[in-house]
Each structure stands twice: as structure tokens, then as C-alpha cells.
């Protein structure tokens, strides 16, 4: 299974990449290879491409705030395999977060 999610909070700092560690150290636990794109004060890092949100069984955004690309995820929202978070909710229970997007 392939996950791909953005994370972006409305400072860009310390939200951002705590939702990422989040996200990453939850699909490690359960086996689910994972790529996370930040967005944040330092700009955009880990940028993924159309081709694997595309190839993507699901994406998740962490996101706070208005995201760059977010039309890359248009087809996944269609086939309702899109689940969109605060960076908080992933923070505070990343386990039930996934779960969530994985019933979908």
C-alpha cells in the first residue's frame, strides 16, 4: 500500500514537521510506504509529483492553511481516497488519523 500526504501549518514551523514525523513513524509501524511533502517555512520539500499522487492507493493532507498543487489531488477526492486534516489531528493521534483515511 502507497500513501502520499502533504503537511502545512499556518506558521510553516514547528506544526509542519511534527505532523510529518507524525505521519511517517505511524505508516512505519504498519508497514505502509509513505512519501510527506511539507510546506512550510523554508518552503516546499519532498515535492511529489503528479505521478505519485497518481499511483498513490490514498493521500492525506495535514494542512492548516491554503496548499500550493492542491488540484493534484482533485482525482483522488473523486475516487474518495482524500482525507483532509488539520496538522493538530495528525499530531495528536496519527494512529486514528490513518484509520480513518484507510476506511475510506
Known sequence: MRLVAVCACTVGIAHTYMAQ???EDECAKRGIDVKVETQGG??????L??????????ALLA?????????????????GR???????????????VIDRLLEM
Open 21 to 23: 514525523k507524525a505521519i
Open 42 to 47: 523554508l518552503g516546499i520539500d519532498n515535492e
Open 49 to 58: 509529483d503528479e505521478d505519485e499522487v497518481a499511483e498513490a492507493d490514498y
Open 63 to 79: 494542512v492548516d492553511i491554503g496548499i500550493e498543487g492542491e488540484d493534484r489531488f482533485e482525482e483522488k477526492a473523486d475516487e
Open 82 to 96: 482524500l482525507l483532509q486534516v488539520g496538522s493538530a489531528d495528525v499530531i495528536s493521534d496519527a494512529a486514528g
